[in-house]
């Protein structure tokens, strides 16, 4: 379960959060909402140990999450509102170099697999600079198909940029992983399907 109460953020003389309280636990997901602004992205960095709060405490399964460490780093991805891909790579070399900065192996036939369910396997040698920004977006995303993701997301506008086939695609994967135990927190500024009767909504700017 991830947890966190009256968490607080300053930014110069002004508190951009301030008593926020949230529970994610396994089957759910947090649909972070407010306007621009409103301290969403803040708020994941918060959650993923990025950025400390000024007031409140962040615990993973009961434990704050800056005592837990790399056992809660382990249990995380986290995928950024910007998609963090190396123009000169191809596909597969960006996913191979962001699965070794997260400590991950996969086989070769793995990388397949999700570049095919992500309609992208006749992209796969090509360098990420001739993909549009739709597709760029899929790159970044394939890495919640590989079998063994982590138990908790925290995405920053995952929807953006994506055709209707490719959000309904994200939509149903994030179905599977709450089938599966897992948990989400995301922000996205669309109206999406998430899963009914497991979904929470968050209003930052209420």
Known sequence: MLEARDIAC???????????????????????EGRNGSGKTTLLRMLCGLTPPDEGVIQWVGQPIVD???AYRRELLYLGHANALKDDLTLEENLRSAMQIAGRTARSDEFDEVLAQCGLIDRRELPVRVLSQGQRRRVALSRLWFPDAPKLWILDEPFAALDVESVQRLSD???RHLDGGGMAVLTTH????????????LRLDA
């Open 68 to 70: 837990a460490g790399e």
């Open 190 to 201: 669309q109206e999406v399907a998430l899963p009914a009767g497991r979904t929470q909504r």
């Open 173 to 175: 994967r994030l179905g």
């Open 10 to 32: 300053l930014k110069g003389s002004r508190w951009l959060l301030r008593g926020v309280a949230l529970r994610v636990e396994p089957g759910e997901v947090l649909w972070i």
